[in-house]
């Protein structure tokens, strides 16, 4: 019944042309491959052939496509844009002498241009799954981005793209409860397990164990947005939710730098209105820690020497080295996981645990 079910929604897929592809330019590294393409296209037809009967049984008991559909659709290939298109400028500007020299072998930057292509790919199947579910064109296209911060050199390369894999991985978690339709519900599925191996991959690179926590954490799609808007510098449509006001820290640690920071610390934190803000407005505020499906932490924000600052909670100290996602938020109460009006800013991912292993990406 599972073949089935994804190959009839691959098939269907198939029988629209994929939205014409943005000229390349001559540094590009290909990411696309059209034999695969086309290997995928025929083996989901002979599938589909095969399961005909089953195949319209499972189509006849699933829930017809509703917009929340196509909404949630749209969400996954926005992310599956940035991703594709941060994999397409880093790899043309990092070959192998970059990845060789912070100690990384070849196959490295081999396994970069498989989740490169697989991201590619993805784009390409969420459109034309989007054309055939309903009918028409109504995949967003990709967005104007700002990724010098992130392509600063290899290792902030590698960093970012370990939060971005992450993230598509919450993305996909907390999403999949929004869709109706059981044919997508199964589509989406199948591109969650391959970032959560894109993630694996990359946690080693960063120091992480391949699986840091036994859950991952679901996040809504504000809270996906909200990460995302850091890398995006404008979009040709709205986005599907606005993003809450960015959070960082003073100094980057335990953030973008992914430098840890451990449990128990103390970091400062940087948001609007935040370093004018009295002791006695800060008090009200708290630090909202989600990490995989476990009971919210929340620690108190007290103003420091550098503005306003909050511990890691030492229930992240199980983990020698994870990413954790924080909110500030103006109640103390948890953070619902979509929208919330709770929410001051953020999330911010940020790394705890000790130093990074040995092996990782920032081994000279």
């Not at 396994?111 to 993805?122: L, M, N, P, V, W």
């Not at 409860?177 to 970032?195: F, R, S």
């Not at 103390?332 to 996981?337: F, G, I, K, Q, T």
Request: proline share 6%.
């Amino acid at each position: 019944m599972l073949a089935s079910t994804l190959a009839s929604l691959l098939f269907a897929a198939a029988a629209f042309a994929a939205p014409a592809p943005a000229e390349a330019s001559a540094d590009a590294v290909p990411v696309g491959n059209t034999t695969e393409d086309a290997s995928l296209n025929a083996s989901a037809a002979s599938v589909a052939n095969q399961n005909t009967s089953e195949g319209t049984q499972a189509a006849a008991s699933s829930a017809a496509p509703a917009p929340i559909d196509l909404t949630v659709l749209n969400f996954a290939l926005t992310l599956e844009h940035l991703e594709a298109t941060y994999y397409q400028e880093g790899l043309s500007k990092f070959g192998l002498d970059a990845f060789s020299s912070i100690g990384l072998p070849n196959f490295v930057l081999q396994q970069f241009k498989t989740i490169a292509a697989d991201e590619s790919i993805h784009v390409t199947f969420l459109q034309n799954a989007i054309a055939a579910t309903f009918g028409m064109n109504l995949a967003v296209p990709k967005c104007t981005y700002n990724f010098d911060g992130a392509l600063a050199n290899i290792q902030s390369f590698i960093t970012f793209a370990a939060i971005l894999e992450k993230t598509g991985v919450q993305a996909y978690d907390g999403g999949v409860k929004l869709i109706v339709n059981d044919d997508i519900k199964t589509a989406a599925a199948t591109i969650a397990t391959v970032e959560g191996r894109h993630s694996s991959f990359l946690n080693l690179l960063t120091g992480a164990g391949p699986a840091p926590g036994p859950f991952d954490t679901p996040l809504g799609i504000r809270p996906v947005i909200s990460i995302a808007a850091g890398l995006i510098k404008s979009c040709p449509y709205t986005l599907p939710a606005m993003p809450f006001p960015a959070l960082t820290t003073v100094d980057g640690s335990g953030l973008t730098s992914g430098t840890p920071v451990a449990s128990g610390s103390t970091i400062p934190l940087m948001f609007t209105g935040g370093m004018g803000m009295s002791a006695t407005d800060a008090a009200l505020l708290s630090c909202n820690w989600v990490f995989g499906v476990e009971p919210q932490v929340r620690t108190s924000i007290q103003m420091g020497s550098n503005g306003p600052e909050c511990q890691v909670p030492s229930e992240i100290q199980k983990a020698a080295f994870t990413q954790a996602v924080v909110f500030v938020v103006n109640e103390s109460r948890d953070v619902a996981l979509d929208d919330d009006k709770n929410v001051v800013a953020g999330p911010a991912t940020v790394f705890v645990g000790s130093a990074k292993a040995s092996g990782s990406a920032n081994r000279k």
